[in-house]
């Protein structure tokens, strides 16, 4: 509680001046970090907000009888702070999984120019094991309109992969 009281403590210009030196000091540590790692992980995150913390402490004023121990300890706080939002951030920001079933067919229909349609392949689960035995009808059923459909089905019959596939 002290902690928040102190960091709040002063006017706008002393709060601007903490938190300036607070980022600054945390994004040329990350640079420092990503430079000499090559990755930016939670590791290298968390030592940035560690110096930020220690710098913010320095330069707010917070204190008492041992200015060492606060720095410490502030740095301590932020890199542990800092530390879970990096792991709560990864957790809800996975990309999406590459659909592995889907890569002959979003790729057959990029070529023909008809990606917008990979929705209906995947809403009809019509996978890449079941390009050789695409009928208008499948097709149809997922509502994929007449041209589309045509090209579609022009493509698997030309594809020679798929010719093979067909036949085992």
């Known amino acids: 509680m002290l902690f928040c009281l102190q960091a709040l403590a002063g006017g706008p210009l002393v709060q601007a001046r903490n938190f300036a030196v607070m980022t600054g000091v945390n994004a040329g540590i990350t640079c420092v970090m990503k430079r000499i790692r090559g990755k930016e992980d939670v590791q290298s995150s968390m030592v940035a907000a560690f110096g930020s913390g220690a710098m913010f ?70 996978t890449d094991n079941t390009l050789p035995l695409l009928t208008d009808s499948a097709l149809r059923d997922v509502r994929i309109p007449p041209g589309p459909r045509l090209i579609i089905l022009d493509r698997i019959k030309r594809d020679p992969a798929l010719k093979e596939t067909r036949g085992r």
Do not use: C, H, I
């Not at 709560?88 to 999406?96: D, I, N, R, T, V």
């Open 57 to 126: 402490s320095l330069v707010s004023g917070m204190g008492g009888p041992n200015q060492a121990a606060n720095v410490v300890t502030s740095g301590l706080f932020f890199a542990l702070v800092q530390g879970g939002l990096f792991k709560l951030g990864e957790k809800f920001s996975k990309p999406p999984v590459e659909d592995v079933l889907y890569n002959k067919t979003r790729g057959m229909l990029s070529s023909l120019g008809l990606q917008n349609y990979e929705k209906n392949f995947k809403k009809g689960l019509l």
